[in-house]
């Protein structure tokens, strides 16, 4: 079962995307007036990472527009994994100005270029600390909302520039109370290393993405939505897998039955199963059941009423825990009933 995205979710996302874009660039523009007053490689260092987040943007204003589309013949689990690309791009754009910022770093530090106007510096990175920090927190806002790999990025990047802006901030200010010029381009080399590090980060978590790494969080929430809609006749669940494309996943699982219902009955029981379930979910998606007959050891732990080949009498349903949804059969010798045993 598949749910298409919601149109106010979408239109949220390009907006922030929209938003985001702009600030960067006001952003930008107010940090390379610093630069060009102070001469400060530090506030260099803090403009340079400001063209990533430009740059990163824009590519995340189109790919947003892009992954919102709906599933189609040539992508049939939607075009959300484009997400993925947008924030891996990101990090990479961070890793490769922490390059840049540390090599101009070196360079003030070898032919000693000494900062001027600190006072006028200051005041203007720290009103682009401020709106950073309102933008930050927003884009993380929506991009856990509503579901976007993309947004989450961008609004951890831009919170780590409001650090690196600190940092600067703080450099700037011993500079000043102390007169210690050398001080200005060591602070821009731990910035550059500090971005490194971030830039880092976010690519190892877009590939995972990518390539489909387990996500604990998203397990947890999809566990509590198999508990919370489970019924007589969903007897056990395992093998289970998830692909993220964005905020549609699709869940394949195995599902075991009572193995004397038809095929329109079980036909009928998963369906509604799966749908209540997706309903629960927080992301789009879809459930796609491989189905298994159920084991006489499962008789203890089966709650269907007068279940006409029931070897043993219910005592409690077993709850569904991540682990045993995404583990192997409980039993991996367990034997199928045995038609004439019951007569």
Request: proline share 4%.
């Amino acid at each position: 079962m598949s749910t298409s995205a919601p149109t106010s979710s979408d239109k949220i996302r390009n907006r922030a995307a929209w938003l985001s874009a702009i600030a960067s660039l006001l952003i930008f523009i107010l940090k390379i007036a610093a630069y060009r007053m102070t001469n400060s490689a530090a506030v260099l260092s803090d403009a340079l990472e400001s063209i990533v987040n430009v740059v990163a943007a824009v590519v995340a204003l189109f790919v947003i527009r892009f992954a919102s589309q709906p599933a189609d013949h040539e992508h049939p689990y939607g075009h959300g994994k484009a997400e993925y690309f947008s924030s891996t791009f990101e990090g990479g754009m961070i890793f490769f100005a922490s390059l840049m910022i540390i090599g101009e770093a070196v360079k003030a530090l070898i032919y000693h270029e000494p900062p001027q106007q600190l006072e006028i510096g200051l005041v203007i990175v720290g009103a682009a600390a401020l709106v950073n920090l309102a933008l930050g927190l927003y884009l993380k806002h929506i991009g856990k909302t509503h579901h976007s790999d993309a947004l989450r990025a961008s609004g951890s990047h831009v919170i780590s520039d409001v650090v690196t802006t600190v940092g600067v901030m703080v450099g700037l200010g011993l500079v000043l109370l102390t007169g210690w010029d050398w001080v200005d381009p060591v602070i821009a080399i731990l910035v550059g290393l500090h971005l490194a590090y971030v830039g880092y980060g976010i690519v190892r978590e877009s590939m995972g993405g990518l390539m489909d790494e387990i996500d604990e969080s998203t397990l947890s929430n999809l566990n509590a939505a198999l508990n919370k809609n489970r019924r007589p006749g969903i007897i056990d669940i395992h093998e289970l897998r998830v692909i993220r494309s964005g905020r549609f996943h699709h869940v394949d699982a195995h599902l075991v039955v009572p193995e004397y219902w038809d095929i329109s009955r079980v036909h009928s029981e998963t369906r509604d199963f799966e749908d209540a379930v997706v309903r629960d979910y927080v992301f789009d998606g879809e459930i796609a059941f491989h189905l298994d007959p159920c084991k006489k050891s499962y008789c203890s732990e089966c709650n269907v009423e007068n279940c006409p080949i029931r070897l043993a009498p219910f005592k409690a349903l077993r709850p569904f825990t991540v682990k045993s949804l995404t583990g192997g059969p409980r039993e991996t010798n367990q034997v199928p009933y045995d038609n004439d045993s019951r007569s």
